[in-house]
């Protein structure tokens, strides 16, 4: 399995401008292929702090479905929207660590 996970320090006063936001683009990257698995929010610790865990295909579909949702009909003011509520992003492409593949089932 592949994952993106996005880290995103969201601006000060814009989360729930950010929660609409995806919540419009999580439709869109659907259509991509791409798969929410989780979302969260930071309640202790750095309070504008949110990461997103998305199963991909693979590596390729990053660019792809960034891409492809840029095109998306519904996309709209959606980029404007989400720059002005994020404050930095950083995406990294993770597949599961061996040690982990290998434990005993629970």
Known sequence: MTLAVARLVVRYGKLAEWNDAMGRLLPIME?????????YQTIIGNFH??????????ADAVGAGLVGAASHPDFGTLGA???????SETLSIVVEAPFFAQRPPR
């Open 31 to 39: 259509d991509q292929g791409w798969k929410l698995l989780a979302s």
């Open 49 to 58: 702090e949110a990461y997103d865990i998305w199963e991909i295909p693979n």
């Open 81 to 87: 929207d989400l720059a002005a509520s994020i404050e």
